[in-house]
């Protein structure tokens, strides 16, 4: 048997049934049934994009530095360039292939969403007591506490929000 991470070994500790069933609500609000799947398809184009150009735009010396050692072979070109001179193709196979896998992430990730709903409900069961999961599920009941929540996970895949963590990488990447 292979060892589990230790961040999947945590104990979970029951909450009294009515939290419980207050944090389930929640949770159901936070994750409606699809948004994860809504999310991979609103960050697929986005992201797909950006990673391909950033890639595609790289001098292709540092491959073949860290392959070979010699850039002779690069001509100051890019990787798109090369990849180009080799398959003419190449550009459109791999936004079908970031089409596809994008869209078989979105299937896994709508097979992991009912864990992950009922993984925020204990959560939110330990965190939060039943006065406050009263008060935030009376919100949500409302017309604009119900648009926050079936909107909150997808607003981390805004065009906005992606933009300004994709232009914190680099600072990341160098910390790294």
């Not at 919100?139 to 604009?144: E, I, K, N, Q, Y």
């Amino acid at each position: 048997v292979a060892a589990q991470p230790v961040f999947a070994q945590t104990e979970t500790v029951a909450a009294d049934p009515v939290t419980q069933k207050l944090a389930e609500t929640m949770a159901g609000k936070i994750i409606p049934p699809g948004s994860y799947e809504k999310m991979m398809k609103d960050m697929s184009v986005q992201l797909a994009d950006t990673i391909i150009a950033q890639t595609l735009g790289m001098d292709a010396s540092t491959f073949a530095m860290a392959k070979e050692g010699d850039t002779s072979t690069t001509d100051g070109k890019t990787v798109g360039e090369l990849a180009a001179e080799a398959e003419p193709n190449f550009k459109e196979r791999m936004d079908i292939m970031m089409r596809v896998t994008f869209d078989e992430m979105g299937k896994l990730m709508s097979a992991m969403e009912p864990a992950a709903r009922g993984a925020l409900a204990n959560v939110y069961a330990r965190k939060y007591t039943t006065a406050q999961l009263t008060d935030m599920n009376a919100f949500f009941a409302t017309p604009s506490g119900s648009a926050f929540a079936a909107d909150f996970m997808s607003t981390f895949t805004d065009k906005e929000m992606m933009s300004a963590m994709m232009g914190e990488m680099p600072k990341v990447l160098e910390a790294m």
